[in-house]
């Protein structure tokens, strides 16, 4: 049990799909947070999300759009992805945004055909 | 803007022995904290130690050790008597210190791998 969970593991969807990748915490953190890991690339930060609220965009394409109903959920919904977009988007939480540990889910590996 | 370096894209050490692994990092920065994640093919990122940029001491983790070079920018990190379980990919990260755009948010370096060999 990592605390962290995510859903679905894997899943492949076409450019033109509509999806949604769904990230659980059981901790009682405030803060969490989306990452994407491509291969051979450093994890990047995506979002941030600090007591519900949106705290930063890293400048990420609007074809990913978060959505962080309570501290204790974390939605990223996907629309005309494209093929780079593949990779493993990684969840995380920590009690609040300035903390640490941030505690990680195991990822959904996302193809785009 | 901070950068982290991970020069080695893979390493492997033989079960038992000891394996250090490099992290360089970049910034104009004098509070900041950085740490050691381990990736398993599970996937699941672990934090495996940390240190305060303000402490002097290295930190250390049963079999894990770093090495804070704080003038050098240097942290590396060495696994004592290596076990298969430390198979994984290895990443460094940077977190500011202080306040601003920067706060929370961690910068991960490149990764690497390590084997393990019975």
């Known amino acids: 049990e990592t605390g962290v969970t995510q859903t679905p593991r894997h899943l492949v969807m076409g450019m033109t799909n509509k999806k949604s990748l769904k990230c659980e915490q059981h901790l009682g953190h405030n803060a969490m947070y989306w990452y994407k890991q491509s291969a051979k690339k450093p994890l990047e930060l995506m979002f941030v999300?600090?007591?519900?609220?949106?705290?930063e965009n890293n400048s990420v394409p609007s074809r990913f759009s978060p959505e962080c109903p309570n501290s204790s959920h974390l939605f990223l919904h996907l629309h005309t992805l494209q093929p780079e977009d593949s990779a493993l988007y990684l969840c995380?939480?920590?009690?609040?945004?300035?903390?640490?540990?941030?505690?990680f889910g195991d990822g959904t590996r996302l193809s785009i055909l | 803007a901070q950068t982290v370096t991970q020069s080695q894209p893979e390493m492997s050490v033989q079960e038992a022995e000891t394996v250090t692994l490099s992290c360089t990092y970049d910034?104009?920065?004098?509070?900041?904290?950085l740490f050691w994640y381990k990736q398993p093919p599970s996937r699941q990122m672990i934090l495996v130690i940390r240190?305060?940029?303000?402490?002097?001491q290295n930190a250390t983790e049963n079999r894990f050790s770093v090495n804070f070079q704080k003038a050098a920018k240097s942290f590396s990190l060495k696994i004592s008597d290596s076990q298969l379980g430390d198979a994984a990919m290895y990443f460094c990260a940077y977190r500011s210190g202080s306040g601003g755009t920067s706060y929370g948010k961690l910068t991960f370096g490149q990764g690497t791998i390590l084997t393990v060999h019975p």
């Open positions: 240190q305060e940029a303000y402490k002097q």
């Open positions: 999300y600090n007591f519900k609220e949106q705290t």
């Open positions: 910034t104009s920065e004098s509070d900041y904290y």
């Open positions: 995380a939480s920590s009690p609040g945004q300035g903390t640490q540990p941030q505690h």
